[in-house]
């Protein structure tokens, strides 16, 4: 590995990063033309469907073999719980609270992750995890205040809605490890991000009018923005980083995504910040930084 390539790995891992905390901007964005998370939740999978469903009639030819049963409920269970219901809750928190916060309580989902991996493998959280947990809660408890002083209206659910879809993001990576060692992980994705569209696409028939859809152009922009640069490049970015530089220091380059949606949440929403957000925006870093430090030692040892 030159290292130019691992120059690229970074980039590619920083670009993924901003990519992802993007989105939270341009969901709030299109908020304030008065569509809602579930209309926006099938615009977003709606204009991503199509590359998705590109890779996995390539993947497919790379792999011929046909999923078994085993394999097929696997893929339904993991795409209904980690990317249909956890953007879904994702969604309708944003409605609610700031993308700052929405972010660092989406940023949580290793602390969470340790602890049901413990809980399902039965194995031991040390006092180091534990410290940068508290680290991390406490941190988010400040933000909390921060915005609470806002008077931001139904903080309290819109936080609630977030963090459920955090743990049914962890409930996916705990469970998504056996799936993508028997199927691939571009083959697993694919087929994952294909239910949950059709499962967005559902939902959107079930309880919405066709109506719901006469929408300013500016949403369908901000729609197909957060398709391509929030949810398909992004994906791709992160696996070429991980291939050229590896998934932990990918993990931990990462965490300048809650930082970059504080700043585009400042500059493009006008979102104030505070000091006590600051310091409790650091805490969370920190914290989640040393909970993934320990689980790639872990994991190497």
């Given at each position: 590995m030159t290292p130019a390539d691992k120059l690229l790995g970074v980039a590619f891992a920083v670009l993924a990063a901003v990519g992802f905390s993007a989105k939270a901007i341009l969901i709030k964005l299109a908020y304030l033309d008065s569509p809602d998370a579930i209309t926006m939740l099938a615009l977003r999978m709606g204009f991503s469907l199509p590359f998705f469903i590109g890779i996995a009639v390539w993947a497919r030819r790379n792999q011929p073999e046909p999923l078994d049963a085993h394999d097929r409920m696997l893929v339904l269970a993991l795409g209904l719980i980690g990317y249909y219901l956890s953007s879904f809750l994702d969604f309708l928190g944003l409605q609610y609270i700031s993308a700052g916060l929405e972010r660092l309580i989406l940023f949580l989902y290793p602390t969470i992750t340790v602890v049901l991996s413990g809980l399902v493998y039965k194995r031991p959280i040390g006092p180091r995890v534990v410290a940068a947990m508290l680290l991390c809660y406490l941190g988010i408890g400040l933000v909390f205040l921060h915005n609470a002083e806002l008077n931001q209206e139904h903080i309290v659910l819109g936080s609630a809605l977030v963090f459920g879809g955090t743990l049914s993001y962890s409930i996916y990576l705990v469970g998504a490890g056996h799936a993508i060692a028997r199927i691939g992980t571009t083959r697993f994705t694919a087929y994952a991000m294909v239910v949950a569209s059709v499962a967005s696409f559902l939902q959107f028939a079930i309880m919405r009018p066709l109506s719901?859809?006469?929408?300013?152009?500016?949403?369908?922009?901000?729609?197909?923005?957060?398709?391509?640069?929030?949810?398909?490049?992004?994906?791709?970015?992160?696996?070429?980083?991980?291939?050229?530089?590896?998934?932990?220091?990918?993990?931990?380059?990462?965490?300048?995504?809650?930082?970059?949606?504080?700043?585009?949440?400042?500059?493009?929403?006008?979102?104030?910040?505070?000091?006590?957000?600051?310091?409790?925006?650091?805490?969370?870093l920190v914290g989640v930084i040393m909970v993934s430090v320990t689980a790639n030692r872990a994991t190497v040892g």
């Open positions: 719901a859809l006469r929408l300013p152009l500016h949403v369908y922009q901000l729609a197909v923005e957060m398709a391509l640069f929030s949810t398909v490049l992004p994906v791709f970015l992160l696996s070429y980083a991980i291939r050229r530089i590896g998934s932990g220091s990918a993990s931990l380059i990462g965490s300048i995504g809650p930082i970059s949606t504080i700043y585009m949440a400042h500059v493009f929403l006008a979102e104030s910040i505070s000091l006590m957000q600051m310091v409790g925006s650091g805490l969370v």
